[in-house]
């Protein structure tokens, strides 16, 4: 079932298959990329080039469905914050407890220092508790705290 529940969650590849040890090479290849750039802008630079606008979204909305779903978030807020499906936000759990836990771990912890990242979480969180009592009536349309 877990494999099943990846295949549509993650970005297809494809139907030809690589040999593990070239599937292997290519992946240390990109990891050594990524950790040998230290410098934000070169980053930028690097993850403008190499993926496209869609790819980044996606990647970012993993994060914030992450980052909302350990706030205690409910699925269903979750999904109309960041236009996915209830479904899309319970794999992102289960893929998180099942496999992804340390790796998000790292990336929150990273957060949770960054001063940027920090003010990112916190406007994240504010749109949520926003959208809850907008829905319910509770606020003027366009007040966010």
Known sequence: ???????????????????????????????????????SKEMVVFINAFLTDTEKLMLAKRLALIILILEGMPDSQISSILHVTRITVAKMRYFY???????????????????????FKKVLISLARYSVRAAGGYVKPGIID
Do not use: C, P, W
């Open 97 to 119: 407890e099942a496999r992804g836990k340390e790796g998000y771990d790292i990336a929150l912890s990273k957060i949770n220092v960054d001063k940027r990242l920090k003010a």
């Open 1 to 39: 079932m877990y494999n099943a529940l990846l295949q549509y969650t993650m970005t297809q590849v494809s139907k030809h298959k690589l040999s593990k040890k070239t599937e292997t090479e290519l992946i240390g290849s990109l990891i050594t990329v990524f950790s040998t750039i230290t410098n």
